[in-house]
């Protein structure tokens, strides 16, 4: 595939970027035909005798240790993006920018989470969770990208911290959710050049040396793809997310490699800088390929589309298996990213879980192509959460765990749902009250199926649900709205909605209820 047209790249979504990078449709050389493979298929189900948990599969009880938790992340809520010390990242540069995110949002208070986190840090402790993901604004610890550490900004995150754990609540702390320091994108350009991953390496030092004695569960970064292909390829009109156009995929792709070296160097940097054993984890939005029906065909022809999808093959299988996908490379061709000797050995790093963002998925089903497989295009009344993207998928998040188990042979790898909710049209009835049952329809499908997981023997540990509250949604500002808390922007007031106490029941009883 040579260079990429800005009309191949004009609106584009995930599902498109699927299919131009070449991984989508388009037949691959793979020897093995799917009917084959299917009689030396592992089967977690089936191989191991039934657990305690299975034998409570129809109450949807979840483990004794089972970690509850809910998500957010720094820009989408902290606003005060002049405080403390703090200077701007690629987002307050690209949000104020007219037309770039809707009705002009930016995240300057968002939910004024800085001065507000006790109240909201209290609150999560009445939901009844013993776990808070959030992350940690590299401009407010490094404002200038690199150079010198900035202690006030450091001292928010102690204070937080120091909140949370008063309320028996365990911080897991994400060091990167898209907030790049502007300055780095001025000096070289962000993700395009390989300074960034060594620049956040550094800045995984500032962080952990002076955070490592209350913080012991670090994410390094969150959804690879977001903010390199679905910001440096994206040539829509306006742009969607910050960051300067690059004109061939290989550029694209060399972004992404960046940022996987970022998350080796960075696991390293971590682990010197701990002053305690630590948790490191990569946070993905991998491709779920979800079988269409469970039959043999499906389930293998599910399992080879898996290794196709640039999400996985691009990200988790360098990050996992220490290789590129070798189906996706053969695709890609000159188009792959120039990897030097050792950068494999820095990505590959041991981890000690692994991080999944679920909202959605693709249907696959056996073909009769060279490949085996075919993605299935979904039908156009297909039900949605209010948000393009969010199909209704709950058996996506079965898969997404079960592929990373199995698929990728990693049995013993811990893994947490450390994203999964959806946006829904929100109101606020004559009671007060949001009554989103909506959204208690679409957490308890996935939670669900979260539960079959574990009842079959894959290892998912904990679930955090995307989110919290209703936050800056990207280039959507605050019209979509994810959270389980509701907040009238106007007056900061949060009202938890009935979602909220339907999952305060859930952890409460430990099940789906
Ligand atoms: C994630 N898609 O982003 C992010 O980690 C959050 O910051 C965000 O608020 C949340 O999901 C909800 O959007 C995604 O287009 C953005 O498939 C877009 C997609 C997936 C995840």
Redo the contacts with the bound molecule.
């Keep these: 595939m040579g260079a990429v047209t800005s009309g191949e790249m004009f609106k584009i979504n995930?599902r498109d970027l699927l299919t131009w990078v070449g991984l989508g449709s388009v037949a691959s050389s793979l020897p093995i035909a799917i009917a084959k493979r299917v009689a030396s298929q592992p089967n977690a189900a089936s191989d191991s005798s039934p657990t305690a948990s299975q034998k409570l599969t129809t109450t949807y009880q979840f483990p004794e240790n089972f970690f509850w938790g809910v998500a957010t992340?720094a820009y989408?809520i902290e606003g005060a993006v002049s405080e403390g010390g703090r200077k701007p990242s690629v987002w307050d540069t690209f949000s104020a920018i007219p037309g770039r995110v809707e009705n002009g949002d930016t995240g300057a208070v968002a939910c004024d989470h800085y001065h507000r986190y006790k109240t909201d840090v209290e609150l999560m402790a009445k939901l009844g969770i013993k776990h808070y993901r959030f992350s940690i604004a590299w401009p407010r610890i490094i404002p200038d990208g690199r150079g010198k550490v900035n202690e006030e900004g450091v001292d928010f995150y102690k204070r937080l911290v120091d909140c949370l754990r008063e309320h028996g609540i365990t911080p897991h702390a994400t060091l990167f959710?898209w907030d790049s320091p502007q300055a780095l994108e001025d000096l070289y350009g962000s993700w395009r050049s390989r300074e960034m991953a060594s620049d956040f390496a550094d800045y995984a030092t500032a962080v952990v040396s002076r955070l490592g004695d209350r913080i012991t569960n670090w994410m390094t970064i969150?959804?690879i793809p977001?903010f390199t292909h679905m910001a440096y390829a994206v040539d829509k009109q306006p742009p969607k997310a910050p960051s300067t156009r690059v004109s061939s995929l290989k550029e694209v792709w060399q972004t992404c490699h960046n940022a996987l070296l970022a998350h080796g160097l960075g696991c390293q940097a971590i682990r010197a800088a701990s002053p305690s054993s630590c948790s490191v984890a990569l946070v993905a939005?991998i491709g779920v390929t979800v079988p269409l029906t469970e039959s043999a065909v499906d389930v293998a022809a599910a399992q080879q589309a898996f290794h196709t999808s640039w999400f996985n093959g691009g990200i988790i299988f360098p990050v996992l298996t220490g290789a590129y996908s070798p189906v996706m490379l053969e695709k890609l061709g000159a188009d792959a990213p120039a990897i030097q000797s050792g950068d494999l050995k820095i990505i590959h790093q041991p981890l000690d879980s692994l991080g999944i963002?679920n909202?959605t998925g693709n249907y696959i089903r056996a073909a009769d192509n060279k490949q085996g497989f075919e993605f299935l295009d979904l039908p156009k009344a297909y039900p949605r959460m209010y948000i393009p993207?969010i199909h209704i998928l709950p058996e996506s998040m079965y898969w997404g765990i079960r592929h990373v188990s199995e698929t990728l042979g990693r049995k013993n790898l811990p893994i947490f749902i450390t994203?999964n909710g959806c946006a829904a049209q929100d109101e606020v009835n004559d009671k007060g009250e949001v009554i989103d049952t909506d959204r208690i329809m679409y957490l308890r499908q996935y939670l669900k199926a979260a539960h079959r997981a574990i009842s079959e023997g894959y290892p998912l540990k904990g679930y955090f649900l995307?989110s919290f509250m209703d936050n800056f949604?990207?280039e959507s500002g605050y019209s979509r709205r994810?959270g389980i808390t509701y907040v009238d922007y106007k007056t900061q007031r949060r009202i938890p909605k009935a979602s909220f106490k339907w999952y305060a029941e859930c952890i409460q009883q430990n099940r789906v209820v």
């Design positions: 995930r992340s989408q959710h969150n959804e977001s939005d963002n909202y993207w994203e995307w949604e990207w994810f």
